[in-house]
């Protein structure tokens, strides 16, 4: 064998082992070692758009990272999930329109249905949250979407009750334009404390919140006050970066130490989830041990 061709087959044998190794059972590694105060949890999103790893792949990582499972998995992936250890923390709302959500008289046969459907399948699986949106205004005034929304809920809640299950309604800013990465349009539950009406409403152990921390920030800010305030409303959070919903890190104008010490502190028992998206070149594993890192107070 020539040197050329010698040096060349070492060349391709390296990057082989190097791929190799990236692609090796996260479980062969050793374990993150985290305080643990917060349960935290991921997405897929944190390992890219176009992530090359396979489910079994992300859920080993996860699981060697620290997580304690993903939101938003499909059922028939719920089993690859408990293979690792993991559960689906938080999960969608079956068969219903997102965007309709739960403040419109003339969807709401259809969307009970999909609900009850959705939290008879979380009973069979122990899976307890379930989150969706309030809805689009699409015209209607606030105060009548309240009226609505408490209405609907009212009737909801002795139904996910029986289910053992809790609905989080999600708060959703629409000051990001058309990038549904970064925002959605005409949402109703924008503003923080249109939420925390309907729960004070409620008044039921079954309809909680969903606090995203990031819509938070963007809509109204006052992060910690908030939390503190209203911590018992609240089944489940997400945690992004300001303002472009990537790593929650120092390049990000909302100190998520502060934010994690504040949760810890207020014993939080639900579920805190990483829904930031990753940037273009970032390593997926490398990002994500430092976003549980941060959020571990």
């Avoid at 938003?72 to 089993?79: A, E, Q, S």
């Avoid at 046969?109 to 939290?119: E, L, R, Y």
């Avoid at 929304?149 to 959703?172: D, H, M, Q, S, Y």
């Amino acid at each position: 064998m020539e040197r050329r061709q010698f040096l060349g087959a070492i060349a391709g044998a390296t990057a082989l082992t190097a791929a190799h190794l990236a692609a090796a059972p996260a479980l062969a590694q050793p374990k993150a070692k985290l305080k643990g105060r917060i349960k935290q949890g991921l997405w897929k999103v944190n390992f890219g758009a176009d992530a090359k790893l396979t489910f079994d792949q992300e859920c080993q990582i996860a699981q060697r990272l620290g997580a304690k499972g993903f939101d938003v998995i499909p059922d028939k992936d719920w089993p690859t999930l408990r293979k690792y250890g993991l559960d689906p923390l938080m999960v969608g709302p079956g068969k219903t329109d997102y965007l309709g959500g739960l403040i419109h008289p003339e969807i709401w046969d259809a969307t009970f249905k999909g609900i009850a459907d959705q939290a008879e399948l979380m009973q069979k699986n122990n899976v307890r949250i379930m989150g969706l949106s309030a809805g689009q205004r699409r015209g209607m005034d606030y105060k009548t979407a309240a009226d609505n929304c408490v209405e609907f809920c009212k009737r909801l809640a002795p139904e996910l009750e029986k289910r053992g299950v809790t609905l989080a309604i999600e708060n959703v800013n629409d000051r990001r334009g058309d990038d549904a990465d970064l925002a959605r349009k005409d949402m109703v539950f924008g503003h923080w404390d249109w939420g925390i009406e309907v729960a004070e409403r409620v008044d039921h152990p079954a309809i909680k919140l969903l606090c995203d921390i990031y819509h938070l920030q963007v809509m109204d800010g006052d992060i910690t006050y908030r939390l503190k305030r209203d911590i018992r409303h609240i089944a489940h959070i997400h945690v992004a970066g300001v303002p472009q919903r990537k790593q929650i890190d120092e390049r990000q104008e909302v100190n998520f130490h502060q934010v994690a010490q504040t949760i810890a502190d207020l014993n939080f028992q639900g579920y805190v989830c990483h829904e930031w998206r990753l940037a273009p070149g970032e390593d997926p594993t490398a990002a994500i041990a430092k976003a549980l890192a941060i959020m571990d107070a």
